[in-house]
């Protein structure tokens, strides 16, 4: 069992160096294996020497390729290492913290004790001096399992800096997102993606997770089918957390936010819930990524979206996502992110109008088949502070015409009918007809 003294002595900067060294290390192959490919490397050449020479290069760029991917994963499990080393020492000052303020010590064997026990006089205060010590006790040991998970994958990520073991295992297909993202739209559509905007929905349907914080746990996608409207290119709408961590309640580890600002390239990763409507090709994309505690527990929620779509393309969004930690009842009172979105296509480009909650904040951006992108709405949270979710989640605002845009799709309208939702699990069967 590791013990306290132990992780005193443990430095993430440490790790930081050592995932620097692996990031820099991968670039060198990557470009190295490039000028290998180049086709002008030995169009000089001719004869047996030649194709020697050139069967020589391609085993040297493959292992070259190999040994990339082996750093790129050693990388992101360092990466997640670290993390968890931060995350561990901090929760263990704070510990010692409250074992200090209560008059209790930690000895040298980590076990909790009162150097100076007060005189009991009733059986009361017995019990609670004994409670508070097998509390606090509780408390070292929760904290040492922790810090033994850390250290045996730890060990592990040596094992494969060392040689001594397969590092495939650590990332899963962390190298080969082109990979993935092919084969999530492919299930989808039934072929490859070709333009660039095909390729931006391609890493919406991919449900991978490739940002260590997440640690491998997937996003949860839903598709829509809806009829294509030619020429409107692709709406993208992400939905983020500007800041670094958020308050989940007063007995639960801080949440992690997005800690960015916009950004119209966004990655469908860096958000907590993103959208695509993919007018050229008629589908609805929902994506909701994983939730990650400031201690390390990561859980993925379902989002809840259905949709509606007007004779002149008009498409109707209603949305609902839940924090997966937060109790059940969440979901159904207001205590999620949900809202509205209404986006019509005009001559090219897109209206939008919506009714959503004042967090977090949200951007709309629209690909056109020119390859070029237009912003259709930025939704700055309401504010950028640790206590932002539970101030700003029950409240609503709106923006563009919302009634009038919305009025054709109140329940009472002859226009209402509500897509089923097609979630995309893996390698299931999808039906989106």
């Not at 990524?289 to 400031?294: E, G, H, K, L």
């Amino acid at each position: 069992m590791v013990m306290l003294a132990e992780i005193d002595r443990w430095n993430p900067a440490q790790l930081g160096d050592v995932f620097r060294i692996c990031t820099e290390q991968n670039q060198h192959c990557v470009e190295l294996s490039q000028e290998l490919q180049s086709p002008s490397l030995f169009q000089s050449w001719g004869g047996e020497s030649a194709r020697a020479a050139s069967n020589s290069a391609d085993q040297l760029r493959r292992d070259l390729d190999s040994h990339g991917n082996q750093l790129v994963a050693v990388a992101a499990a360092v990466s997640t290492a670290q993390i968890d080393v931060e995350n561990l020492k901090s929760s263990l000052a704070r510990v010692r913290g409250e074992i200090a303020a209560t008059g209790f010590e930690i000895d040298p064997s980590d076990k909790v004790f009162h150097p100076n026990p007060p005189p009991l006089s009733s059986v009361r205060e017995h019990v609670a001096i004994n409670g508070y010590q097998h509390n606090f006790q509780k408390l070292v040991e929760a904290i040492k399992r922790d810090a033994e998970r850390i250290d045996r994958e730890l060990a592990a990520v040596i094992d494969v800096a060392d040689g001594d073991l397969p590092g495939g295992n650590l990332a899963g297909d962390l190298a080969d997102r082109k990979g993935n993202a092919t084969r999530a739209f492919e299930e989808v559509y039934g072929r490859k993606p070709v333009t660039q905007q095909e390729w931006s929905v391609a890493s919406m349907l991919d449900t991978q997770s490739y940002d260590p914080k997440n640690r491998g746990v997937p996003a949860e996608v839903t598709v829509i089918k809806i009829e294509p409207v030619p020429g409107q290119g692709i709406v993208r709408s992400g939905l983020f957390i500007p800041t670094e961590t958020v308050f989940a309640g007063p007995e639960a580890a801080p949440h992690l936010g997005d800690n960015r600002g916009f950004d119209e390239h966004f990655n469908p990763e860096d958000t907590r819930v993103a959208f695509v409507v993919d007018y050229e090709n008629g589908y609805i994309v929902a994506r909701q990524n994983p939730s990650v505690t400031a201690d390390g527990h990561v859980e993925t929620g379902r989002p809840k979206v259905t949709a509606s779509q007007l004779d002149d393309g008009t498409v109707s969004l209603d949305y609902q996502a839940s924090d997966p930690f937060a109790p059940e009842i969440a979901s159904d009172t207001f205590w999620s992110v949900n809202g509205k979105l209404v986006l019509s296509p005009v001559d090219g480009d897109i209206a939008v109008a919506g009714r959503v909650t004042d967090f977090p904040s949200m951007e709309i951006y629209q690909d056109k088949p020119d390859g070029s992108t237009a912003t259709i709405h930025r939704d700055d949270a309401a504010d950028h502070v640790h206590y932002g979710p539970v101030l700003n989640l029950p409240f609503h605002h709106y923006f563009g015409d919302y009634g009038q845009a919305s009025e054709p799709f109140s329940p009472d309208s002859p226009y209402y009918a509500p897509s089923r939702e097609c979630p995309i699990n893996g390698g299931s069967d999808l039906d989106v007809g």
